[in-house]
């Protein structure tokens, strides 16, 4: 089955540790999206990626890198300087192709602090 | 820069209403237009995507339209059932959001058995 595989589905992070969620796509989508979603809030976008090899910043990138060394893969790994970092982590896939293409999710991760 | 607001924030309805979920976005300069649904904890699941070209798309009890001149989008659920239970998102696609999907906050619905 096509889809987006996010892990892990839980994750604990220690004060000053830098912890890596992982993505992977077999959609064969070019486009890729990191959201972080706080409780009762909506989604903000983190990073995003277009291509293999490129990415840019979405609205909330400080604490936050991503690489895109594969098509399948867009990793993100949260650092020890994202100062609040609990919250729900959503990837997302999106093809190119025409411009009319669905976006598609992981089940999330969701990161706590301990 | 665009806007997407969603209303009402919460709705809470007896089973078997039809009921109508909004959209509003503020530049009409849009690729598409796309619907999601979100459970408790969950990833968000794609319900109906909507191209700039088209007025409406129907899946099962759900049908959505899109009027891009007055940027309106609205989702309507037939017959509703308790299992409906859970936050609508709409999301756009604009020319000048430079690949970025736009998102409303979401309407988080009830549906009473």
């Known amino acids: 089955d096509g889809g987006i595989t996010q892990s892990p589905k839980y994750l604990f992070r220690k004060e000053g540790q830098n912890v890596t969620l992982s993505c992977e796509q077999n959609?064969?989508?070019?486009?890729m999206y990191w959201y972080r979603q706080d409780p009762g809030q909506g989604l903000r976008l983190i990073y995003y990626?277009?291509?293999?090899?490129?990415?840019q910043k979405g609205d909330i990138a400080e604490g936050y890198s991503v690489s895109r060394e594969k098509k399948e893969s867009f990793p993100l790994t949260v650092t020890s300087a994202q100062k609040n970092p609990t919250a729900f982590y959503l990837c997302?896939?999106?093809?190119?192709?025409?411009?009319?293409?669905?976006?598609?999710f992981g089940q999330g991760t969701r990161l706590t602090v301990v | 820069k665009q806007e997407v607001t969603q209303i009402p924030a919460a709705l809470s309805v007896p089973e078997g209403e039809n009921l109508v979920l909004n959209c509003s976005f503020t530049?009409?300069?849009?690729?598409?237009l796309q619907w999601f649904r979100q459970d408790p904890g969950k990833g968000l699941t794609s319900l109906l995507l909507?191209?700039?070209s088209q007025r409406e798309q129907t899946s099962g009890r759900l049908n959505a339209s899109l009027d891009k001149s007055s940027g309106r989008s609205t989702l309507y659920i037939a017959a509703s059932q308790p299992g409906d239970s859970a936050t609508y998102l709409c999301?756009?696609?604009?020319?000048?959001?430079?690949?970025?999907?736009?998102w409303g906050a979401g309407t988080k619905l009830i549906i009473k058995p």
């Open positions: 999301a756009v696609w604009g020319f000048d959001s430079n690949y970025q999907l736009i």
């Open positions: 997302a896939s999106k093809g190119q192709g025409g411009r009319n293409t669905e976006a598609f």
């Open positions: 909507i191209q700039s």
């Open positions: 959609l064969n989508h070019d486009a």
């Open positions: 990626s277009q291509i293999v090899n490129d990415f």
């Open positions: 530049d009409s300069a849009i690729y598409n």
